[in-house]
Every structure is written in C-alpha cells, then in structure tokens.
C-alpha cells in the first residue's frame, strides 16, 4: 500500500471566483454536503473576510457538514485570521489557511512590500492562527514565480512559526510539469523542517497544465492536491480533482501506489451538482464528467466495446458514477451498435428487417447529426408496415 494524498477541495472558494458565479448559503451548503458524501478531506469553503455573506456561508458549512475539515481563507493579516476563525471555529475539525505573496512581481507592484516585511507578516500571520487552532496552512502566492532561496526562507520560517501545511500554489498557471515536480523534490528535500508538514500544490490551468502539474508534485513528494470540481476557479481554472482522482487511481503503476480517500462513485454526481449550482456547463469532451467521456461513436469503437469493454475503455464508467458506457448512434455507428440499441429498446427484429432498418438509419444520418431513440423506433415502425 502506497501513502495517502489528502484532497483540498476549494470549489467553493477559488472555484466561486470563477467569473460569474455567486453561490448563496443553501447551495454551498448543498455542494459541502455532496464533497463530504465524496470524500475528500478538506473543504475551504470560502474567503470569510471577503464579505458579510460569505463569512455567513463559511460559518453554516463549518457547523453543519461534518466528517470533513473546514477551511477559512486569510491573507497574512490579523483582521482576516481572526474574521476566518469565528467562521469555521464550529467545524469538527477547522483551519486556517494563511497566504501571501512571495514573488518580486507581486511584492513589487500588488504588495508594495519589501522582502522582510513579507517573510515578517508571513511569520506573524501563522503565529496569530496558530493561536486559535493547531491546523494551519500556509501559502506563498505566486511560488512558481518566486525567486528559489526566498521562498525556501519564507517556507522554513513558516513552519519554525507552526504552519502545519505549506502549500506551494502555481498562482498564475506558468509552471510546466517536468520543471514543477523537480521544484517540488528540491523544495522537500531542502528546506529546513519541511519533513514535519504535509506538502501541498495549488495549480492554476492557464496553460492547461493544472492536473499534469498537480501530479508531477505528488511523484516528487506533495501529499495534498488542492483543486475544484470540473476545474473550475480563476481564470482557466484550478486543477480538476476529478481527473487528479481518477489519474492517481487508474495509473497507480506509475504513481507509488498513492491513494486517495475519495469515494469515486460519486464524482459523477458532485460534477453534475457544481454544474447546476454554478452555472457553469461542463464541456462534452471534458475528461471523467463530460457527456462524451464514456460515450462511442464510430461503428469499430462501439463494436469493441460491445465485445469488451477495456477495448476502449480505460476506466469503466460505473467508477465515476456513471451508469454505463454511452454509444451514440450518429453516421460512424455499426450494425452491432444498431443490434443492440434495438434490443435494448425491446425490437426482435429477423436478420432482413434489421438490414433494411440499418439501411434507412444510415441514409438518416447522413443528414442527422444526432440519432435518437425516437427516430429509431420511427425507422423501425416504418420497416415492419412495409414488410
Ligand atoms: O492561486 C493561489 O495562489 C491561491 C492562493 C490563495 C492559495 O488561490
Ligand atoms: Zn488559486
């Protein structure tokens, strides 16, 4: 048995700072109940400072969704520490997670900072949430973009100062894989302490990289992956968890063994959930929850998979949630595609009406792009009043 990677899913917090989403008390309190049900470890439900409506949010999820840690977002700032507190201090078990950024970039133009009052607010900051819990995480925003020796010393003066976690986010999605699990190895082999903390990525998808990212840091020593359901977030989005799950499950050969505590039968239904409230539509190619993911189309394919299913199939669907796999009649389908759809809609056909049916499917979707079960039965009905 491999060790465990813990999931930090913050769906409801940088997922919710995806452009036009607004998700109000009942519904995070909805999505919180569905991410325990899945299982993962930890929900940062929100940014409680941000406004009198969130912290309302954060403080009923840490009440009421239980058998989870809730987390509550905090710059370095004593207002925001002590704001985030009051929100999950009613959680069964609650944290704190502290950031700040540590790239000349941000220090320069966003922060107005020099570099000692940066690594002294950071200090302060895990100092003041220590104080009120034993769970706390730190961030150093904008670490993919940080110059290396000061981010080792902010990390190390972090935990010396009691951070529990140190997450190292890739803010602005710039990192590529092979550059960002070599980064991770040196970071867990470097800085002083750092065997004494659980460490964490955040990977943004700019580059559409986040989940290549996320799993290149756990080969090379990250134990948390923080990301959002169908990869929703800022921007292009955080790390898709999902397809992190799914990857570290399916291809456990190339991954030690690492496993995670969700319960993958239900992703299906946390995508689906996140998608209604949110409002934002997963795409139909999207990998694990997309309409298409388990979904053949072309008669060699769904011939295949109705043989055997691995043909095509890397995972199977009922894994994810999703009832079976998917074979759309369109113009690439095949008379064993058709055989079967027949039959699962209850038609006993003889060898010739099924050809003369196939026949008229296909001329059918030459002009159709989708066929549905309606348009079948009407082919069939079609062909037995001429027969
Ligand atoms: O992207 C980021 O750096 C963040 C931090 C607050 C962790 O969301
Ligand atoms: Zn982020």
């Known amino acids: 048995m491999g060790q465990r990677v813990y999931i930090f899913d913050t769906t409801l917090r940088d997922g919710e700072q995806s452009p036009g989403v607004s998700l109000n008390i009942g519904e995070k309190i909805q999505i919180a109940r569905q991410l325990a049900r899945l299982g993962v470890d930890i929900i940062e439900a929100g940014f409680p400072i941000s406004s009198p409506g969130d912290f309302e949010a954060v403080r009923a999820v840490a009440r009421e969704v239980k058998g989870v840690t809730v987390a509550g977002l905090a710059r370095a700032d004593f207002q925001d520490i002590d704001r985030a507190w009051e929100a999950v201090r009613h959680a069964e078990q609650a944290r704190i997670h502290t950031f700040i950024a540590t790239s000349d970039i941000h220090m320069q133009h966003k922060l107005r900072m020099s570099r000692e009052q940066v690594l002294e607010a950071a200090v302060a900051a895990v100092?003041?949430?220590?104080?009120?819990?034993?769970?706390?995480?730190?961030?150093?925003?904008?670490?993919?973009?940080?110059?290396?020796?000061?981010?080792?010393?902010?990390?190390?003066?972090?935990?010396?100062?009691?951070?529990?976690?140190?997450?190292?986010?890739?803010?602005?999605?710039?990192?590529?894989?092979?550059?960002?699990?070599?980064?991770?190895?040196?970071?867990?082999?470097?800085?002083?302490?750092?065997?004494?903390?659980?460490?964490?990525?955040?990977?943004?998808?700019?580059?559409?990289?986040?989940?290549?990212?996320?799993?290149?840091?756990?080969?090379?020593?990250?134990?948390?992956?923080?990301?959002?359901?169908?990869?929703?977030?800022?921007?292009?989005?955080?790390?898709?968890?999902?397809?992190?799950?799914?990857?570290?499950?399916?291809?456990?050969?190339?991954?030690?063994?690492l496993y995670t505590g969700v319960h993958t039968e239900e992703i299906y239904r946390t995508s689906r959930l996140v998608s209604t409230l949110t409002?934002?539509?997963?795409?139909?190619?999207?990998?694990?929850?997309?309409?298409?993911?388990?979904?053949?189309?072309?008669?060699?394919?769904?011939?295949?998979?109705?043989?055997?299913?691995?043909?095509?199939?890397?995972?199977?669907?009922?894994?994810?949630?999703?009832?079976?796999?998917?074979?759309?009649?369109?113009?690439?389908?095949?008379?064993?595609?058709?055989?079967?759809?027949?039959?699962?809609?209850?038609?006993?056909?003889?060898?010739?009406?099924?050809?003369?049916?196939?026949e008229r499917f296909k001329k059918l979707a030459d002009k159709k792009s989708d066929i549905t079960d309606d348009d079948i039965e009407a082919i069939v009905e079609e062909e037995m009043k001429l027969a």
């Open 127 to 257: 100092k003041r949430a220590k104080g009120f819990t034993g769970d706390v995480e730190f961030s150093a925003e904008d670490a993919s973009r940080t110059e290396p020796a000061f981010l080792f010393q902010v990390i190390a003066a972090a935990i010396e100062a009691g951070a529990t976690v140190i997450n190292i986010p890739d803010t602005v999605g710039y990192a590529v894989p092979g550059e960002w699990g070599s980064f991770i190895e040196t970071i867990c082999r470097e800085v002083p302490g750092i065997d004494r903390v659980t460490v964490s990525v955040h990977c943004h998808n700019d580059l559409g990289l986040a989940v290549a990212n996320s799993l290149a840091a756990v080969l090379n020593g990250a134990r948390q992956v923080e990301g959002a359901i169908n990869g929703i977030g800022e921007r292009a989005g955080n790390a898709a968890l999902e397809e992190v799950v799914m990857a570290l499950y399916t291809r456990k050969d190339r991954y030690n063994n």
């Open 279 to 358: 409002g934002m539509k997963v795409q139909s190619n999207k990998a694990i929850v997309g309409n298409n993911a388990f979904a053949h189309e072309s008669g060699i394919h769904q011939a295949g998979v109705l043989k055997e299913r691995t043909t095509y199939e890397i995972m199977n669907p009922a894994l994810v949630g999703v009832s079976k796999s998917n074979l759309v009649m369109g113009k690439h389908s095949g008379r064993h595609a058709f055989r079967q759809r027949l039959e699962d809609m209850g038609f006993a056909l003889s060898e010739e009406e099924l050809n003369k049916s196939f």
